[in-house]
């Protein structure tokens, strides 16, 4: 209705408006709805009064930008009313409010960007620890291999020792079965060489014997039977 240029009906919801804010407890509303009709009010005190009214709720709430948003309408209903000293004082409260709004939005901005880079950091540190992690899991796995593989050699290196040992203990049994055996049969020779040596050392007796010419034809037979009988037991040997 304001753009139609129907102040009055306009005033009228806005009114009706205020109301609602009041009844609702909507001060942010209830603030630029008093903006609003100081907009519309002809009656300068009045509009003053609203606009008051209005800054008086942004500063309760703690609202700066709604604050600078009335000091700004404020400072332009002086201007047009030609209270410059009013205009300019209100000026200076908008400009320190906003530069105020300026200087937090600006902390917000580095501290938004100090958060961030710190983010960053962490993530960063993350993934170097993840890193690091992985690589200790590599060279934690390469011990265990080596390790295993050593375990393997050193098992296979017992029962080879084992094996050795099974084998030269085989060995010496069998060198002493054989040393044993070579001693048994040097007894044997030696008890075929002795017996041998009797048989054959009585030949010679018996021909000599045998040559002799006083020997009687009896006596000399029973020298040749008893070499024959000799020979027979050293073929049986």
Not at 73 to 84: E, G, L, P, S, T
Not at 139 to 167: E, K, Q
Request: hydrophobic share 40%.
């Amino acid at each position: 209705y304001i753009q139609l240029n129907d102040k009055e009906r306009g005033r009228k919801y806005l009114l009706a408006a205020l109301e609602n804010t009041q009844v609702e407890r909507l001060p942010d509303q209830e603030a630029k709805v008093l903006l609003n009709i100081s907009e519309i009010t002809a009656d300068s005190e009045q509009a003053s009064i609203h606009l008051n009214r209005a800054l008086d709720i942004s500063k309760k709430i703690g609202e700066k930008r709604l604050q600078v948003e009335v000091l700004e309408a404020m400072a332009q209903f002086y201007k047009r009313n030609k209270d410059f000293e009013k205009a300019l004082a209100i000026h200076e409260e908008y400009k320190a409010i906003d530069d105020s709004i300026f200087d937090i939005e600006k902390q917000k901005e580095i501290a938004n960007l100090q958060s961030v880079y710190e983010l960053e950091k962490s993530n960063i540190k993350i993934d170097e620890l993840k890193a690091a992690s992985r690589k200790n899991m590599y060279f934690r796995n390469i011990i265990i291999g080596i390790a295993i593989v050593l375990a393997s050699l050193l098992f296979l290196s017992f029962l080879f020792l084992l094996r050795i040992r099974n084998l030269n203990t085989k060995i010496l049994n069998n060198e002493q079965a054989l040393k044993r055996a070579n001693e048994d049969k040097d007894r044997l020779f030696s008890i075929i060489g002795h017996d041998l040596r009797n048989h054959v050392s009585n030949v010679p007796i018996v021909l000599e014997m045998c040559e002799d010419e006083d020997l009687t034809k009896e006596e000399r037979s029973f020298l040749l039977e008893s070499l024959k009988d000799s020979a027979l037991a050293t073929k049986d040997t």
